[in-house]
């Protein structure tokens, strides 16, 4: 079965970056385009980023656009979202995501099939 498997969270200063990783394994995984959700203590889970299979084409949450960044690595099943200038409201449990068979990229959470089991970012003031 698919399995998402996340890395790289943890306690960073405001202005902190941080690169999370995303491994999977029981697919094929340029059949998947790919999503960073985060959620937050008492908020709903919310989009983040996300990237087709190519790579090529990218969408971003406006709180999060021009700081962080989603890249894949096809030939390691990676995905990785590289978090720049953080900032306290970006405190969350980040969720990387799997979307079946799409060509370019969604945004809402329903259309992902799979679903890692989250790593934690604080980012204190």
């Known amino acids: 079965q698919v399995q998402l498997i996340e890395s790289g969270g943890g306690l960073v200063t405001t202005g902190d970056s941080l690169r999370l990783s995303c491994a999977a394994s029981?697919?094929?995984?340029?059949?998947?385009?790919m999503g960073w959700f985060r959620q937050a203590p008492g908020k709903e889970r919310e989009f983040v980023a996300a990237?087709?299979?190519?790579?090529?084409?990218?969408e971003y949450a406006n709180s999060v656009k021009g700081r962080f960044f989603i890249s894949r690595d096809n030939d390691k099943n990676t995905v990785y979202l590289q978090m720049n200038t953080l900032k306290p409201e970006d405190t969350a449990v980040y969720y990387c995501?799997?979307?079946?068979?799409?060509?370019?990229?969604?945004?809402?959470?329903?259309?992902?099939?799979?679903w890692g089991q989250g790593t934690q970012v604080i980012v204190s003031s």
């Open positions: 995501a799997a979307d079946y068979f799409r060509g370019g990229v969604s945004i809402a959470a329903r259309d992902f099939d799979s």
């Open positions: 029981g697919l094929i995984f340029t059949d998947y385009a």
């Open positions: 990237i087709s299979w190519t790579g090529i084409t990218t």
